[in-house]
């Protein structure tokens, strides 16, 4: 009887698994408390949704928020580094219209490692080894583990500097760790995808020679930064709206090659304008992202309207819904 008693409670231990940790938080966010807490609180839910957007359209789950803090978890090492140089770009396109001591300035740790799964939570030293490499990254930076950067390191259109072992506390091992040079996409894809492998343990003396505008470490970092605030859209954001035009081209080229007096092509232009039309308002940061996409919307209606037309504008009554929704949007926000 006692070993089949310790059979089962082997059996009911809590389960593991091997994931990918992304944890961000807010430089300095006491002092924007501070300063103004009812608009800082706003800035922060406005910055975390779109945040949340873009890691579960590279296929993450966010798994805890609190304070100005957010923990995320990825089935693909490649597409969680992907989301925090996407995170970074858009939210440094946000911040470009804001006032310099007002900004919202985002740090980002990534680790791959073994966690303890309870319930939709995650904790273990793989999540506090993401927290460690966020802490040190600086203001709209990424930080990465050896085991991130071993897995994406020729996958991702990014380069890397070398920052060395990273002491994590409960961890025996010191962790190395890695800055992504964010908006250096063109650099790394002209070199073989990863322009910074000289900046590895074992060769951490070559940083200087590799393409980027630092000598590396620290330095390459910051540079990285603020040269991926300036650079708008991400590499993946510019190829889907391309692919979208090229699709869009090669549909008017069909329909005139096969002419037989009908422009069917008008359905799938108008999807197409839809979809690239909903892109641009998640990225745009000048105006409200939900009133835009009513409007969007609302044009959508009014050409599907104006395709079918057989004598009745019937998208009257779905503009008007359209139109309530939206002016109590704005009456909210007001």
Excluded: C
């Amino acid at each position: 009887m006692r070993e089949g008693a310790e059979v089962a409670d082997s059996s009911s231990e809590t389960q593991r698994k091997l994931t990918t940790i992304f944890s961000a938080d807010v430089q300095d966010y006491t002092r924007l408390m501070g300063a103004d807490e009812e608009g800082t609180l706003d800035t922060l839910k406005r910055y975390r949704d779109r945040m949340s957007r873009l890691i579960e359209a590279h296929g993450g789950r966010v798994v805890n928020t609190w304070g100005d803090g957010l923990i995320a978890e990825f089935p693909s090492v490649v597409e969680a580094v992907r989301a925090a140089v996407d995170v970074q770009n858009e939210l440094a396109g946000l911040n470009a219209a804001r006032p310099a001591d007002g900004r919202m300035l985002f740090r980002i740790g990534i680790n791959l490692g073994d966690v303890i799964v309870e319930g939709s939570d995650i904790y273990g030293d793989g999540v506090n080894i993401a927290a460690r490499l966020q802490a040190q990254a600086p203001a709209g930076g990424v930080v990465i583990s050896n085991t991130v950067y071993d897995q994406v390191r020729n996958k991702v259109a990014v380069g890397f500097d070398f920052l060395g072992p990273l002491t994590v506390k409960n961890v025996a091992e010191a962790v190395p760790s890695y800055a992504v040079r964010i908006g250096e996409g063109d650099a790394a894809r002209a070199t073989g995808g990863d322009a910074h492998a000289a900046g590895s343990p074992s060769g951490a003396a070559a940083q200087s020679t590799g393409p980027g505008p630092s000598a590396g470490g620290r330095g390459g970092l910051v540079a990285g930064v603020l040269s991926g605030q300036n650079a708008g859209q991400s590499p993946d954001q510019r190829r889907n709206l391309a692919v979208l035009g090229v699709i869009a081209v090669a549909l008017v080229v069909i329909n005139t090659l096969t002419w037989h007096g009908v422009f069917w092509a008008a359905w799938p232009l108008l999807a197409l304008a839809y979809v690239a039309a909903m892109r641009w308002a998640h990225l745009q940061d000048r105006f409200d992202a939900r009133l835009v996409a009513l409007a969007i919307s609302a044009l959508g209606l009014i050409g599907i309207n104006l395709l079918s037309w057989h004598g009745t504008f019937w998208a009257i009554w779905p503009l008007l819904a359209i139109a309530v929704v939206g002016g109590l949007r704005w009456a909210r926000r007001g």
